[in-house]
């Protein structure tokens, strides 16, 4: 395997603010301060250490040209606004070619949806090709699950399935939107109003308003700080156009992140049966399913019996979901991304509540994006550097 | 029941079994009458009006009309019961009526020369009832069709319904949080100076797809440089407006104040290959399935927006009958759109000899409440016989058609036929199928009930040698 700069970086802290429908007095301000007082505290450097950030808010409009002011500091490197995946990947990038050492990549968002807190239904207002037909995200999504299902037979209890393992999950999370709720089954979520069909409620993501952040540097300077490094093994984009303006079709789409997790497989020199922990995008409880056929975990049409088959609890072969993602923890923003990252990194650094831990977890998958996205982004990390 | 209900149920009950003065019709089956009808309906059967005249038959859905009064100004008749029961019923307040159920059955085809009487009696007055309409009666005749022989050829059973109209509460719109403006219409394309060519296409009524003019490769949405061969040279064609439906969704929630509910969004396959995103219409969201054929349709959700819209594909006409063993209960006819014109309503009135206003003078539609003319049942009857048998082929009969009559179908509607096969069995050596009809238009049902058809069998044909 050949050496790739990328295995000389590390995630030194991470931080998530409390997540919620509504976050009363608090706005994405208030809230990205709090991650990265966090995230500074918890490595224990100093905000002058800090020498790159990629940093937004969406609702108070700062991009991370201007949310680089917010630490009063005279940063080296300045990221893209692009959440998630994407900017733990340039900020490594930018790392690996020396433009920065120690980098700040967060995000938060609250203000947003106002009061309803309501899916926002219209969340792609300028697509020429689509936006006069009434559809939006969760329709679109639903296309590619409607079509696996026409295809391969997968049922709506598969999908439930998922929606109620993650939701439980986000239940025992002590920051998560929905902790506290009862636990629920599938028939719970197939009980729940329809959305766009096969979606019922308890499928779709929810809205929420919380902030996260995270600190990446490199393995050397980690290892002169008291934290629990986690390592980038591999990742990987996939990108095939502008979100939600094609038709999202099965066929066409399903496979979208192959290429993304190709090449992460790839740089880790590992494969679907190493990870131990699937921090997998979850928009629609279909996602997943797709995903672990699209990533290899199981063959083309069987994602539907493999979800069903054991695999996916915290007791199971691939854990998914464990702090409750989308549909439970929250989804706020872009931030949503970044906290897939997060998610791994915790569980593989032990920083989870006891119930959600997964047992000797050493490499996890992180991804976002989804096929009506039209893009889909892989980064597998691990509690050891890859020599 | 109040005592003065029952009074009035008593007087008009008193006029049950009492027979109309038979009304004998004014021409015999002829050939004219019948190219007319068929023309109207636009059932292009050979047996109607082709083969030699010795050989022609009458569609039975005309049954009606060869004793219908015609424009001409109509005697009153003092014998008749249900003129009885309506001036009783009008005078009790129940001045609304409407035609609830229509049930003919046709014993034998009609030849041409045969002179028809019709003899109308009064069967049923109902309890009071409540509808979604009103309360009110409903009042049944039974009409038997016999030829100059004296010979039985077919009847009509018909159910209307006189009623006081229900109150309509406004409760509940008060609540209702006012829609903002720029959501009563749907959101408008944001078009570039590169896509103009497929929305002036629109307004011309042609679904324009890109391609490029190097390697003929189709793109949509439009692209600026060809996936396939990198050309930047792109034109368009013109999409013929056959497709199949690839996948669908329907969504509910949240609810989208600029849609009328329910609606389809589909992923359609065009003839071409390429695909694109679009509302399938006319049909319900139960109707739609992957892979059903479809075809192009223009439509104005807003009267400044055009956009290209599939719905289902119109089907092809049997031209040789289905062989009744191959039939399968459970068995779905294809779903038939038709487009409510003034020429299908006012040309179908006339054919069917129905010179009611409502049928076609606007003004008069209005005022009774519609925005346009509407169809006259008759029509509906016709395009029901036709629907069936333009499935089951040209020698399968119609023996029966009882339906029950729901939302007008308007001008500027689309009437979707659709049906299901639900029995066959053999009668006298003859297959007897009976198809679950159902008609629906933007307002809900036109039409639900029964059709049944009869088919020669393997038996009858072999018999004939």
């Known amino acids: 395997m050949p050496r790739n700069s990328l295995h000389d970086i590390a995630i030194i802290a991470t931080h998530n603010t409390r997540q919620a429908r509504r976050l009363e007095g608090e706005n994405d301000m208030s809230l990205i301060m709090e991650a990265i007082r966090g995230v500074i505290a918890q490595a224990g450097i100093k905000a002058t250490d800090i020498d790159g950030v990629n940093v937004n808010t969406p609702v108070w409009g700062l991009s991370p040209r201007e949310a680089s002011q917010l630490l009063g500091t005279q940063p080296r490197w300045v990221g893209n606004d692009f959440m998630g995946i994407a900017a733990v990947m340039e900020a490594a990038g930018a790392i690996a070619t020396g433009q920065a050492e120690m980098v700040l990549v967060g995000s938060a968002q609250a203000g947003e949806y106002g009061g309803g807190g309501a899916v926002a239904p219209w969340t792609r207002p300028t697509h020429e090709f689509v936006e006069s037909y009434g559809l939006y995200t969760a329709a679109e999504f639903a296309f590619s699950a409607q079509r696996h299902m026409h295809l391969y037979g997968t049922k709506q209890e598969a999908l439930a399935e998922v929606a109620a393992t993650v939701r439980n999950n986000g239940a025992r999370h002590p920051l998560a939107s929905c902790y506290g709720k009862d636990p629920i089954t599938a028939d719970d979520v197939l009980a729940s109003r329809m959305v766009a069909s096969p979606f019922h409620l308890l499928d779709c993501c929810l809205t929420s308003e919380g902030g996260a952040a995270l600190l990446i540097t490199t393995a050397e300077r980690a290892r002169d700080l008291d934290v629990d490094p986690i390592y980038i093994l591999g990742a990987g984009t996939d990108r095939q156009g502008l979100s939600y303006t094609r038709a999202p079709v099965w066929d066409t789409y399903g496979a979208i992140g192959q290429r993304a997790a190709k090449r992460a497989y790839g740089q880790a020199g590992m494969g679907p049966g190493d990870i131990d922990v699937c921090e997998f995008y979850d928009p629609f409880s279909f996602e997943i399913i797709r995903q672990f056929e699209t990533f290899g975990f199981c063959d083309l049409g069987e994602g539907g019996d493999f979800v069903m088959d054991g695999n996916i609890g915290l007791d199971g072969k691939f854990p998914i979901v464990t702090n409750g993602g989308l549909m439970s923890f929250g989804h706020a923003g872009t931030v949503q991304m970044l906290q897939k990252v997060i998610a791994a990194v915790e569980q593989l650094a032990g920083r989870v509540p006891d119930a959600l831990k997964v047992p000797g977890a050493e490499v996890a998958m992180a991804t976002n994006g989804g096929s009506a996205a039209l893009f889909c982004d892989v980064m597998i990390l691990g509690r050891e550097q890859l020599q | ?465």
């Open chain 2, 1 to 465: 029941m109040s005592n003065q209900e029952q009074q009035l149920l008593q007087t008009l009950r008193a006029h049950v079994g009492e027979q109309a003065t038979a009304v004998v019709a004014r021409d015999p089956v002829n050939l004219p009458t019948i190219r007319n009808w068929c023309d109207a309906i636009g059932d292009t059967n050979p047996v109607y009006t082709e083969v030699d005249e010795s050989d022609i038959e009458a569609p039975a859905a005309m049954l009606d009309v060869w004793t219908m009064a015609g424009n001409i100004p109509r005697s009153y008749d003092p014998n008749d019961p249900r003129n009885k029961v309506f001036a009783l019923l009008n005078k009790a307040g129940y001045r609304t009526v409407v035609g609830a159920n229509t049930k003919e059955i046709y014993c034998r085809p009609l030849r041409l020369g045969e002179l028809l009487t019709g003899k109308m009696t009064l069967i049923d007055v109902s309890d009071l009832k409540t509808t979604g309409l009103g309360c009110g009666y409903f009042v049944s005749t039974l009409t038997e069709f016999t030829n100059q022989q004296g010979e039985l050829v077919g009847s009509w059973e018909f159910r209307t319904f006189s009623f006081k109209p229900r109150e309509r509460s406004s409760k509940g719109s008060k609540d209702r949080q006012p829609v903002p403006e720029h959501l009563q219409v749907r959101p408008r394309p944001g078009k570039m100076q590169e896509t103009e060519f497929f929305w002036d296409g629109c307004d011309q009524g042609e679904l324009r797809i890109q391609q490029c003019n190097g390697c003929e490769r189709l793109a949509h949405p439009p692209v600026v440089r060809c996936p396939e061969c990198g050309s930047y040279d792109l034109g368009h064609r013109a999409a013929s407006g056959k497709a199949t439906l690839h996948a669908f969704v329907e969504p509910v929630h949240p609810p989208m104040p600029f849609m009328q509910y329910p609606y389809i969004c589909g992923v359609v396959e065009l003839e071409e290959g390429t695909r694109l995103i679009t509302n399938i219409v006319h049909c319900a969201p139960e109707q739609v399935e992957i892979g059903m054929p479809l075809e192009l349709v223009f439509q104005q959700p807003d009267p400044d927006l055009t956009l290209p819209m599939f719905r289902p594909a119109v089907p092809s006409i049997n031209k040789t009958t289905l062989n009744f063993d191959d039939l399968q209960e459970g068995q779905t006819l294809p779903l038939y759109p038709i487009d409510v014109t003034t020429n299908l309503v006012v040309g179908g009135a006339i054919a069917t000899r129905d010179f009611e206003d409502i049928h076609h003078e606007v003004a008069a539609a209005k005022r009774a409440g519609l925005k346009d003319v509407f169809m006259n049942v008759l029509t509906t009857n016709g395009i029901c016989a036709r629907y069936v048998s333009e499935w089951a082929g040209p020698d399968a009969r119609v023996k029966e058609i009882d339906i029950r009559l729901g939302a007008p179908n308007v001008v500027g509607d689309t009437m979707t036929l659709s049906a299901t096969l639900v029995s066959k069995q053999r009668v006298d050596g003859k297959g007897r199928v009976t198809l679950n009809l159902r008609v629906a238009n933007s307002m809900g049902n036109h039409v639900t009930g029964t059709v049944t058809l009869e088919f020669p069998t393997q038996a009858a044909a072999g018999g004939s040698l």
